[in-house]
C-alpha cells in the first residue's frame, strides 16, 4: 500500500493557484457579486458569496501573504455557515424572500422579482463599462481597480433593493470585500486587515441573528399575529 502523499503548503497551493490569479479570478469575482444581487434562492446566494470570497483569496494571493488571503475566506466560510444555519433555524424554504400578505393576497415588491433585479444589474453593468475610464480610481493595480470598483457598484445596487436582512448583510459583505481589497493594495497593514475582518464577522452575526428573529414574524399571518 503506497503512502498518502503530504498535503502542500499554503505557499505552495498559492503558486499552484497563480494561473488564476488574473482574468480568470477578476471574472468570478465580478460575476458572483452580481449573482448575489439577483439570486432569491438563499443556497445560491450563499454559494455564489463564497465563491467570490475565494475569487478575492486567490486574486489577493499576489500582493498579501497567504495567510492573510485565507484568513478572508475563513471570515467568509464562517459568514456562510451561520446563515445558513441562521436560514435552516428560521424555516426558510427554497427562496429566501417571504411572501407578504395584503388583504389576504400574497405579494412582493417589484424590486423582489429576478427578472427587475436582472435589469437593474445589467444596466449598472453597462453604465460601469462605460464610465469606468472616467471614475477617479485610486492608484492601484489594474485587476485591483477592475474587481474593487465593481463590488461596490454592486453592494449599493444590493442594499438598494434588498428586503431581507440576508441581502443586506450579503451586500455589505461585498462592499467590505471591495474596501479589503482596496486597502490591501494601498497599506497592507495586519492591523487593519483584521479590523476589516472582524468587522465582516459582526456584521455576520448581526445578519444572523436579524434572520432568525425576523423568520418566525414573516411565517405567522396577519390574523395569528392578532390572537
Same mark, same amino acid.
Given at each position: 500500500?503506497?503512502?498518502?502523499?503530504?498535503?502542500?503548503?499554503?505557499?505552495?497551493?498559492?503558486?499552484?493557484?497563480?494561473? $488564476?490569479?488574473?482574468?480568470?479570478?477578476?471574472?468570478? *469575482?465580478?460575476?458572483?457579486?452580481?449573482?448575489?444581487?439577483?439570486?432569491?434562492?438563499?443556497?445560491?446566494? $450563499?454559494?455564489?458569496?463564497?465563491?467570490?470570497?475565494?475569487? +478575492?483569496?486567490?486574486?489577493?494571493?499576489?500582493?498579501?501573504?497567504?495567510?492573510?488571503?485565507?484568513?478572508?475566506?475563513?471570515?467568509?466560510?464562517?459568514?456562510?455557515?451561520?446563515?445558513?444555519?441562521?436560514?435552516?433555524?428560521?424555516?426558510?424554504?427554497?427562496?429566501?424572500?417571504?411572501?407578504?400578505?395584503?388583504?389576504?393576497?400574497?405579494?412582493?415588491?417589484?424590486?423582489?422579482?429576478? $427578472?427587475?433585479?436582472?435589469?437593474?444589474?445589467?444596466?449598472?453593468?453597462?453604465?460601469?463599462?462605460?464610465?469606468?475610464?472616467?471614475?477617479?480610481?485610486?492608484?492601484?493595480?489594474?485587476?485591483?481597480? =477592475?474587481? *474593487?470598483?465593481?463590488?461596490?457598484?454592486?453592494?449599493?445596487?444590493?442594499?438598494?433593493?434588498?428586503?431581507?436582512?440576508?441581502?443586506?448583510?450579503?451586500?455589505?459583505?461585498?462592499?467590505?470585500?471591495?474596501?479589503?481589497? =482596496?486597502?490591501?493594495?494601498?497599506?497592507?497593514?495586519?492591523?487593519?486587515?483584521?479590523? +476589516?475582518?472582524?468587522?465582516?464577522?459582526?456584521?455576520?452575526?448581526?445578519?444572523?441573528?436579524?434572520?432568525?428573529?425576523?423568520?418566525?414574524?414573516?411565517?405567522?399571518?396577519?390574523?395569528?399575529?392578532?390572537?
Amino acid at each position: 500500500m503506497q503512502p498518502i502523499p503530504p498535503l502542500p503548503s499554503l505557499e505552495e497551493l498559492v503558486q499552484q493557484l497563480g494561473d $488564476l490569479a488574473g482574468m480568470p479570478a477578476v471574472i468570478t *469575482a465580478c460575476a458572483c457579486a452580481v449573482l448575489v444581487v439577483v439570486l432569491r434562492d438563499w443556497r445560491g446566494l $450563499l454559494a455564489a458569496f463564497m465563491a467570490m470570497q475565494l475569487a +478575492l483569496a486567490v486574486l489577493t494571493s499576489l500582493f498579501l501573504p497567504p495567510v492573510w488571503s485565507l484568513l478572508n475566506v475563513i471570515v467568509g466560510g464562517l459568514m456562510a455557515i451561520m446563515w445558513y444555519l441562521s436560514a435552516q433555524r428560521a424555516g426558510w424554504g427554497g427562496r429566501f424572500l417571504p411572501f407578504r400578505s395584503t388583504s389576504g393576497v400574497q405579494s412582493r415588491p417589484l424590486s423582489s422579482t429576478t $427578472l427587475f433585479r436582472a435589469v437593474a444589474a445589467l444596466t449598472l453593468a453597462g453604465a460601469l463599462l462605460a464610465a469606468r475610464p472616467r471614475l477617479p480610481l485610486p492608484p492601484t493595480p489594474p485587476d485591483v481597480r =477592475v474587481v *474593487a470598483t465593481w463590488l461596490a457598484a454592486y453592494s449599493l445596487l444590493g442594499l438598494a433593493l434588498g428586503d431581507e436582512a440576508l441581502q443586506a448583510g450579503a451586500a455589505l459583505g461585498i462592499w467590505l470585500a471591495a474596501t479589503q481589497l =482596496v486597502v490591501g493594495a494601498l497599506n497592507p497593514d495586519p492591523w487593519l486587515i483584521g479590523l +476589516l475582518a472582524a468587522v465582516n464577522l459582526l456584521i455576520g452575526l448581526g445578519t444572523a441573528y436579524l434572520m432568525v428573529a425576523r423568520g418566525p414574524a414573516m411565517s405567522q399571518s396577519p390574523g395569528e399575529e392578532g390572537e
